[in-house]
C-alpha cells in the first residue's frame, strides 16, 4: 500500500524560508516521478515543482523560479522542497504526490496518482 506524508509547514514572515519533506513508502521510490502542489482557499490546486525518479528533470512553476529547490534523496525515500524569499502568495496547502507510473514524467495534477494530506504554509506580510 502506497503511503505519502508531508510535514515542514508553518508560519513565516515574508522573505523567509521553510523547508517541506516527504516520504513516500510503498512504491520503488527511486523510479518514480514526484511533485509538489498547492492549493490556497478559493483557488484550484496547482503544480509547484516536479523532479523525475532519478533527478535528471526538473519542473517549476513559472510563480516560484528562482525561489523554490526541489531536490531527492533516493537513498532516504525522501522529497524535499527548499522555499525561499517566501510571499504571501505562497499561502496554501502544500501536497506531495508520487506519478501514476514509475519511469513515467509528467508535470500536471492527473498525471499523480499518490497524495499526500498536505501540510499548510502560512506566508505574513
Known amino acids: 500500500q502506497v503511503q505519502v506524508v508531508e510535514s515542514g509547514g508553518g508560519l513565516v514572515q515574508a522573505g523567509g524560508s521553510l523547508r517541506l519533506s516527504c516520504t513516500a513508502t510503498g512504491l520503488t521510490f527511486d523510479r518514480y516521478t514526484m511533485g509538489w502542489f498547492r492549493q490556497a482557499p478559493g483557488t484550484e490546486r496547482e503544480g509547484v515543482s516536479c523532479i523525475s525518479w532519478g533527478g535528471v528533470s526538473t519542473y517549476y512553476a513559472d510563480s516560484v523560479k528562482g525561489r523554490f529547490t526541489i531536490s531527492r534523496d533516493n537513498a532516504k525515500k525522501t522529497l524535499l522542497l527548499q522555499m525561499d524569499s517566501l510571499k504571501p502568495a505562497d499561502t496554501a496547502v502544500y501536497y506531495c504526490?508520487?506519478?501514476?507510473?514509475?519511469?513515467?514524467?509528467?508535470?500536471?495534477?492527473?498525471?499523480?496518482?499518490?497524495w499526500g494530506q498536505g501540510t499548510q504554509v502560512t506566508v505574513s506580510s
Open positions: 504526490a508520487a506519478h501514476r507510473f514509475p519511469a513515467r514524467w509528467g508535470s500536471r495534477e492527473t498525471d499523480f496518482g499518490y
